[in-house]
Structures are given as structure tokens and as C-alpha cells.
């Protein structure tokens, strides 16, 4: 099962990608200085399987590489940072 995550910046959200098809996504605004992350879902058919981390593992990493600070409204977002301390000195 191939996953791929891609910055859809057209509807504002990463999105984890099995098979091709939409699995989950996570929104955000992107203002100047920041990456507001508002909400984080994965379909029902794919649940279990890992995918909201890796999504917002992923989404994390792409605002560190832009040197982006984050805000994690949404709280799948907040307790990821929260577990993983390597994104905690993103946190605006």
C-alpha cells in the first residue's frame, strides 16, 4: 500500500494519500510568521493504521524546514507535539 503526503497549499492542508486516494488530512492556515494547525482527521475506512502521525509528523517537518513557527490548535496536532519534544521549540 503506497502512502504519499502532500501539501495541498490549493485547499490549505496536507494530505496522506493511500493508493492515490485521500486517507486523511490535516488543515491549517498559513499566515506570515506561522502554521496554524486547525484540524486533523483520517477517514473511517483508514483508521488504525498509523497514518494521522505520519501525516502530522510530515506537515511538523515541512514548517520546521520552512522555518515556520506553529500554533496546534487542533489537539491531535498539540499532543503529537507534546510526545514528540524534537517539534516542541516550534511551538509559537
Sequence with gaps: MPIEIVDNSTESRFEILVDGKVAGFADYLLLPTKVVFT???????????????????????A?????????????????????????QELVA
Design 39 to 61: 484540524h486533523t482527521e483520517v477517514l473511517p475506512a483508514y483508521e488504525g493504521q498509523g497514518l494521522a502521525g505520519k501525516l502530522v509528523g510530515h506537515a511538523l517537518q
Design 63 to 87: 514548517s520546521a524546514d520552512t522555518g515556520l513557527r506553529v500554533e496546534p490548535r487542533c489537539p491531535y496536532v498539540a499532543k503529537y507535539i507534546e510526545r514528540h519534544p524534537e517539534f
